[in-house]
């Protein structure tokens, strides 16, 4: 079955690290893949595919998925396009946008504030703060 997804990238992110940038593509590549999978699987096979769906809904359950199922996939992928990333960075941009779900907040505190401010660096860093997250800073 064909399935067109268009993922349209905010330009106000786009003075990110190549290293956030590539994170939220996954993200919203992973969103598209669960609508995929929603809009060409019979209900009974999405359902137990995807069971999450029938405690939470739209992106709440899309975002429960991801933390749950995917975010060490993310993490991996992301330090395969980068393999100076460290585990803990690669894992932080793994969680942006997941900061609502149950996974999350089953965090410690630390844990969390550290994930945000490595969120928060990477999404517009000065050139020392990339080199000492090892992220790759885009050209402007």
């Not at 009974?44 to 749950?68: C, Q, S, T, V």
Request: charged share 20%; net charge positive.
């Amino acid at each position: 079955a064909n399935y067109m997804a268009l993922i349209e990238l905010n330009p106000k992110y786009l003075n990110g690290s190549k290293d956030y940038i590539a994170a939220t593509i996954i993200h919203e590549s992973i969103h598209a893949y669960i609508r995929y999978m929603r809009n060409t699987l019979d209900t009974n096979e999405f359902k137990n595919l995807f069971p999450i769906y029938w405690k939470y809904r739209g992106n709440e359950a899309d975002h429960h998925e991801m933390a749950e199922k995917y975010l060490n996939s993310m993490a991996n992928f992301l330090k395969t396009m980068n393999p100076r990333l460290s585990e803990s960075v690669a894992k932080a941009l793994a969680w942006g946008g997941l900061n609502k779900t149950e996974m999350w907040g089953a965090l410690g505190d630390s844990e969390k504030k550290q994930i945000l401010i490595i969120n928060n660096i990477s999404s517009n860093p000065t050139q020392n703060q990339a080199d000492s997250l090892n992220l790759k800073k885009c050209l402007n």
